[in-house]
Every structure is written in structure tokens, then in C-alpha cells.
């Protein structure tokens, strides 16, 4: 089992920048793809990035393709998301998951709150 937290959210200007963490508990967090999602108000929630257990693939949704970047550091049992160029539509609730087969999402963190102004 894998409990996930996020952390690194805030309010930032148009342009700007942040770094989501996404700190996980148990000792299996390597053998699982990680991946961040996210919701709008009112809106579905929706895929945002993944990457594969030891890190050398990762994909991206069109809309955030260019600007952000998933990470992960199995050995601090961490994965992170770096958001360049933040744009007002980036707003949203977002969330980091696991899976074993990048398919179905397991384990989900309760969210950070991304706020970004015009």
C-alpha cells in the first residue's frame, strides 16, 4: 500500500513557476508509475503527466507538453512537478497517484491547490 501526499501549491502570477512535491509512504513506491492529475472547478478531473517506475519515461498531455516537467527520486520515496509558464487555465486542484500498470490508479494524494492569476 501507498500513501501519497502533496505539497507545493500556491497562488502565482501568469508566467510564473512552482514545483509540486509528491511525498509517498511504503517501501514499494518504486515498482509503481507515478502520475499527477488534476481538477478544474466544475470540470472532470484530468491526466496531466506520468512516469514509469525508474523514471526514463515519462508523457505528458498536450496542454502542459513544453512547460512542465514529472520527476521522481525513488530513494526519498518522492516524485515531483515542475510548471513553467503557469497559465490561468493551469488552475486547478492537483493530485499525484500510483499505479502498477499505468492504467488504473490505485492510490491517490488529497490534492494541492494551484491558483494562477491573469
Known amino acids: 500500500q501507498v500513501q501519497l501526499v502533496e505539497s507545493g501549491g500556491g497562488l502565482v502570477q501568469a508566467g510564473g513557476s512552482l514545483r509540486l512535491s509528491c511525498a509517498a509512504s511504503?517501501?514499494?513506491?518504486?515498482?509503481?508509475?507515478m502520475a499527477w492529475f488534476r481538477q478544474a472547478p466544475g470540470k472532470e478531473r484530468e491526466f496531466v503527466a506520468r512516469?514509469?517506475?525508474?523514471?526514463?519515461?515519462?508523457f505528458y498531455a498536450d496542454s502542459v507538453k513544453g512547460r512542465f516537467t514529472i520527476s521522481r527520486d525513488n530513494a526519498r520515496n518522492m516524485g515531483y512537478l515542475q510548471m513553467n509558464s503557469l497559465k490561468p487555465e493551469d488552475t486547478a486542484v492537483y493530485y499525484c497517484?500510483?499505479?502498477?500498470?499505468?492504467?488504473?490508479?490505485?492510490?491517490w494524494g488529497q490534492g494541492t491547490q494551484v491558483t494562477v492569476s491573469s
Open positions: 497517484a500510483t499505479s502498477l500498470n499505468a492504467v488504473r490508479y490505485d492510490y
Open positions: 511504503g517501501r514499494t513506491f518504486s515498482r509503481y508509475t
Open positions: 512516469i514509469n517506475w525508474d523514471g526514463r519515461s515519462t
